[in-house]
């Protein structure tokens, strides 16, 4: 499935999980493998305030964060078709998920805290874990949040599987969804 699929009718595909855990990643190569286009929350809120998330949180707080976010995901309920890579605690804006729940299916990239601070590069730029031991942090984010990435539409586990498996298991999947 590399054909491009212009068709904005097609459900988004919306990853989910743990900050760290390759949304962005995985997101990219998935989108070009299928031709869609792709869209990282942080990264566009960023260019939108000019600013990045760090100093959103610092200056204006998470809940201007969240309605940032929230403006975002409004945008995007209403077109189809794209691979998007929300942050990590998107999934905890309930009315946020159910404006693209509509749109799009959810796929939740499960991976263990300790095995997303392994992976993980520069915490400082994640305002969430900047200053803290990452281990504690994600552990208490993922007690928050589990129950809500489980209720995606597909749960991918990403400690069992390489970074090319896991692209090309989520690309498998886009050919059951509709």
Do not use: C, N
Request: glycine share 8%; charged share 30%.
């Amino acid at each position: 499935m590399t054909d491009r699929d212009d068709s904005s009718s097609a459900p988004h595909l919306i990853l989910v999980g743990l900050p760290g855990v390759g949304k962005t990643t995985i997101g990219r190569a998935v989108a070009r493998k299928l031709g869609r286009q792709f869209l990282d929350f942080d990264q566009e809120i960023e260019r939108r305030a000019g600013m990045d998330v760090r100093e959103i949180f610092r200056l204006k707080g998470e809940e201007q964060f969240r309605e940032m976010e929230f403006t975002l995901t409004k945008e995007l309920s209403a077109t189809g078709g794209m691979v998007l890579s929300p942050g990590g605690g998107w999934i905890t804006q309930k009315r946020s998920v159910e404006l693209l729940r509509s749109a799009g299916r959810i796929i939740y990239l499960r991976a263990s805290p300790e095995a997303v601070a392994r992976r993980l590069r520069r915490v400082e730029t994640r305002p969430l874990l900047a200053g803290r031991d990452p281990v504690v942090a994600l552990r208490e984010l993922y007690q928050k949040r589990q129950a809500l990435y489980e209720t995606a539409d597909i749960v991918l586990d990403t400690e069992s599987l390489a970074r090319q498996q896991l692209i090309a298991k989520v690309v498998e999947l886009t050919s059951t969804i509709k």
